[in-house]
């Protein structure tokens, strides 16, 4: 571990200005991604994660491995991926809980575009299979990677690559369905 490294724990453990700013802008910038989408926890998502900063330092936990800052990123970036999984079970229902909207008669027009849409959906999820599907359910259960990797046996490293290649696959899928859909003859129109 650096002696600037060194310096910046130990002032923002004893409220440094200096210390405390630099890493206070750290934090800020490591989370500004996830500003609007916590909107009114934003400010507790910030404090929470410099409390959790101060434990950290605390207990030693830097060893100088990478460099401060990545370390505080990261620290910052899982506290907030945390909150907002945290955000995302509390407002989960099953749909068969969530009352239909009032809303007026959809046209023929709109019945057939959401029936088009829907069967293109039900296609994707197909065509992905039964691994993708799995993960993809976890997911929406709100399993964390980590928990997944231990149920899958993988690495938590694997495991991101494997949603990866599981979205970009189904991103694949449906945009060969939309075009498919919007002309199933594979004739382009000239005019």
Not at 42 to 57: A, G, K, N, S
Not at 64 to 74: D, I
């Amino acid at each position: 571990m650096t002696q600037r490294d060194q310096a910046l724990i130990r002032g923002y453990l004893t409220g440094a200005t200096a210390a405390v700013r630099v890493i206070d802008r750290w934090i800020a910038a490591a989370v500004q991604s996830f500003r609007f989408r916590l909107g009114h926890r934003w400010e507790d998502l910030l404090q929470d994660i410099r409390l959790e900063t101060v434990r950290l330092f605390q207990a030693g936990d830097f060893r100088g491995e990478a460099q401060l800052k990545t370390y505080v990123w990261r620290t910052a970036v899982h506290a907030a991926i945390n909150q907002v999984r945290r955000e995302s079970l509390r407002d989960h229902r099953s749909l068969d809980e969530v009352p239909a909207p009032l809303e007026a008669a959809a046209s023929p027009l709109e019945q057939a575009i959401r029936a088009q849409e829907e069967g293109i959906a039900h296609r994707v999820l197909e065509e992905a299979g039964v691994p993708c599907q799995q993960l993809w359910r976890r997911i929406l259960d709100g399993c964390s990677y980590a928990e997944m990797s231990t149920e899958f046996g993988v690495s938590p490293g694997a495991l991101r690559a494997r949603v990866w290649r599981c979205r970009q696959c189904a991103l694949q899928s449906r945009d060969r369905l939309l075009r498919a859909s919007k002309d199933p003859s594979g004739r382009k129109d000239t005019f």
